[in-house]
Each structure stands twice: as structure tokens, then as C-alpha cells.
């Protein structure tokens, strides 16, 4: 039968290579956004982040850019390892001044030795 | 810091019975929030505490689902009665200063049979 859920979205790159994972968030009014990694049976793990105020920030081998115009996210890996395999996900906190955050729906990167 | 730490792991109950989720936040962060992760919609908030009080509730699918947090060091999440739907891996994750430096645990994989 037909599998129900989610859909990810999946992106296969080769090792060395740089990796690019885009987010349409929802909320033009969010002002803080995150970027997380999941590996298979553990939890989400916080990579890198950008308030509103920012278009760019850069961690190691990691850049987040903003585009608050359209409303787009991109976490940036360079040089890809076996290691990057896993589930990405963005985060916005949707409410400026409340404390939640809200997870898109997630990216697969596999990395091909 | 041992991070956030999660009881138990795995779970398997069967319809009907009652289950318990624990989570111990890291030491010194104020807030807590339970996540619930599954195929068919991802990771929703459930609920979240600030200084020990719930804040939002709205996640709650229903009235078999409670949390406390009878203290800044531990919370419980529970489902009475439990149903084959609530199949999923709950994740618990704390923070200082939400909604920055969310630290998630290892989750408890439910299983409903």
C-alpha cells in the first residue's frame, strides 16, 4: 500500500563536497531561527542560529543565511563528511518574546563516500 | 553536564495501560518543553514550563495527556489510557534562556500495541 506521512525532502552528496539545505519558514514576524542535526535514535542537536537582524553568520564549516524578503533559510555545509549524514531541520520562534520554536519538517542528507 | 536526561528509552505498553515519560532537565535551566516526533507530522510541541509553571498546553491532543514539573528538576509527561496512535518518540528539551540554546534529550520511543 501507499506509505502516509511526511515527505522530507532528501539530498545525496558526495564527500568533499559543500552541502546546501533550504527552509521556507512561515511567520514573517519570527526574529530567531535555528538549525538543528538528527541522527538515527537520538535527539535533535543544535548546530547554528540567526536572529532577524542578520543575513549571514558563519560557525565552523557551517553558514546560515537569512532572506527575510522571501522568507527563506539555508544552512551551508562545507566540505561534507560521512559524519553529516543525517535529518536537518530549521526552527523558528514564530511569537518574538515567547519561548517556543517551531520545526519544519526536515531534510535527509546522505553523503556518498 | 550530563545534558538532558530521559526515562526510559524504550517503552512498550500495551492499549489502555497507563505510561509515564520522565525527563530531568539540565541543572539551572528554566524552561522545559515536551516534544512528540512521528512520521506523519513531525515534531509538534506538546507543552512547556517556565520556572516550573505551564506556560502553553495548547499541543495536547487530548485529556488522557498530562505533565507536571513539581520541580526544576523533573517533569513527567503522562498518558492515561495509552492508544496505538500515541505511538511516536517523545523528546524532552530544556533551556536557560528559551527560546535560545534548546538542549534536547535522547527521547523515549513509545510503542502502543
Known amino acids: 500500500g501507499e506509505s502516509v506521512g511526511l515527505h522530507l525532502p532528501t539530498l545525496s552528496v558526495q564527500e568533499g563536497d559543500n552541502s546546501i539545505i533550504n527552509c521556507a519558514y512561515s511567520n514573517s514576524a519570527s526574529d530567531y531561527f535555528i538549525w538543528y542535526k538528527q541522527e538515527s535514535g537520538k535527539g535533535p542537536q543544535f548546530i547554528i542560529d540567526i536572529r532577524s537582524n542578520m543575513d549571514k553568520r558563519q560557525g565552523q564549516r557551517v553558514t546560515v543565511l537569512l532572506n527575510k524578503t522571501v522568507k527563506h533559510l539555508s544552512l551551508q555545509i562545507a566540505a561534507t563528511q560521512p559524519g553529516d549524514s543525517a535529518v536537518y531541520f530549521c526552527?523558528?520562534?514564530?511569537?518574538?518574546?515567547?519561548?517556543?520554536?517551531?520545526f519544519g519538517a526536515g531534510t535527509t542528507v546522505t553523503v556518498r563516500a | 553536564d550530563a545534558g538532558v536526561i530521559q526515562s526510559p528509552r524504550h517503552e512498550v505498553t500495551e492499549m489502555g495501560q497507563e505510561v509515564t515519560l520522565r525527563c530531568k532537565p539540565i541543572s539551572g535551566h528554566n524552561s522545559l518543553f515536551w516534544y512528540r516526533q512521528t512520521m506523519m507530522r513531525g515534531l509538534e510541541l506538546l507543552i512547556y514550563?517556565?520556572?516550573?509553571?505551564?506556560?502553553?498546553d495548547s499541543g495536547m491532543p487530548e485529556d488522557r495527556f498530562s505533565a507536571k514539573m513539581p520541580n526544576a528538576s523533573f517533569s513527567t509527561l503522562k498518558i492515561q489510557p495509552s492508544e496505538p496512535r500515541d505511538s511516536a518518540v517523545y523528546f524532552c528539551?530544556?533551556?536557560?534562556?528559551?527560546?535560545?540554546?534548546?538542549?534536547f534529550g535522547s527521547g523515549t520511543r513509545l510503542t502502543v500495541v
Open positions: 514550563f517556565n520556572n516550573n509553571v505551564p506556560i502553553d
Open positions: 528539551a530544556s533551556s536557560l534562556r528559551a527560546p535560545y540554546g534548546y538542549t
Open positions: 526552527a523558528e520562534n514564530t511569537a518574538p518574546g515567547d519561548y517556543k520554536l517551531s
